[in-house]
């Protein structure tokens, strides 16, 4: 069910699209947490957005669906802020090494389209 959710609102954050990926990213958290999708929660998410970046903040979302007693009743802004920073800071004590966040999503597009692939020859098969 995650993984559907997961590769739904990968192609929607890359497509050449005009849509506010506050909007795309709220809707996600919708999906995978329950919460509320409103004007407050699309302005959070375009703020992280203008801040960390979509694709991170897309990333921090799927990594918390492994939090054990996640409380979003408050919002999650704080949890994800705390996330990205806490993921920038670990990123910058491997030695500073700079890891291309555009690379990377472009290697998870490339495997996501081979899965496609593989998912539409085995229902032809």
């Known amino acids: 069910m995650e993984e559907g959710i997961a590769i739904k609102y990968y192609e929607l954050l890359n497509e050449d ?3 506010n ?16 999708h409103s004007k407050n ?3 959070m998410f375009s703020k992280l957005n203008r801040v ?7 990333f921090i979302l ?11 009743s408050n919002g999650m802004y704080a949890v994800i ?10 990123m910058a004590d491997k030695g ?19 899965k496609k692939k593989e998912n539409q020859s085995e229902r032809k098969g």
């Open 17 to 19: 699209s005009k849509v």
């Open 21 to 36: 990926a506050g909007i795309i990213l709220s809707r996600m958290s919708k999906e995978l947490f329950g919460t509320p």
């Open 41 to 43: 929660t699309i302005a």
């Open 52 to 58: 960390y970046g979509k694709m991170l903040i897309y």
């Open 62 to 72: 799927l990594d918390l669906l492994d939090w054990n007693n996640l409380d979003t």
């Open 81 to 90: 802020n705390y996330s990205a920073k806490k993921k920038i800071k670990e």
């Open 96 to 114: 500073n090494k700079t890891i291309n966040l555009n690379k990377v999503s472009e290697e998870i597009g490339k495997e996501i389209r081979r």
